[in-house]
């Protein structure tokens, strides 16, 4: 059983910055995926930044530069920087890890970002 640890968020003005870090335990961490979903009120969850399981970065097309992936699988560690927050940004974001081996997702409880002035 793989635990998700997940610190950052908070209140943030628009145009201004924060970071998210997710830090995984409890599991063998070869062939896994970890990565950062978000939801919004009344909207899915989506993708927003995510190590794929060779170790490759995919993003959003709304991160537009504005946000890095750090870390990676083989540190169990990642960390999302977030600059130029926008109000549309605000939401609940998840920390995903992929378990490749056994084909299983496991989710963080969420943090929440909330940008308004």
């Known amino acids: 059983q793989v635990q998700l640890v997940e610190s950052g968020g908070g209140l943030v003005q628009p145009g201004g910055s924060l970071g998210l870090s997710c830090t995984a335990s409890?599991?063998?961490?070869?062939?896994?995926?970890m990565g950062w979903y978000r939801q919004s009120t009344g909207k899915e969850r989506e993708l927003v930044a995510t190590?794929?399981?060779?170790?490759?970065?995919n993003y959003a097309d709304f991160v537009k530069g504005r946000f890095t992936l750090s870390g990676g699988n083989a540190k169990n560690t990642i960390f999302l920087e977030v600059k130029y927050l926008k109000p549309e940004d605000a939401g609940v974001y998840y920390c995903?890890?992929?378990?490749?081996?056994?084909?299983?997702?496991?989710w963080g409880q969420g943090t929440q970002v909330t940008v308004s002035s």
């Open positions: 995903r890890y992929y378990d490749a081996r056994h084909d299983r997702i496991y």
């Open positions: 409890g599991n063998d961490f070869s062939s896994s995926a």
């Open positions: 190590f794929t399981v060779s170790g490759n970065v």
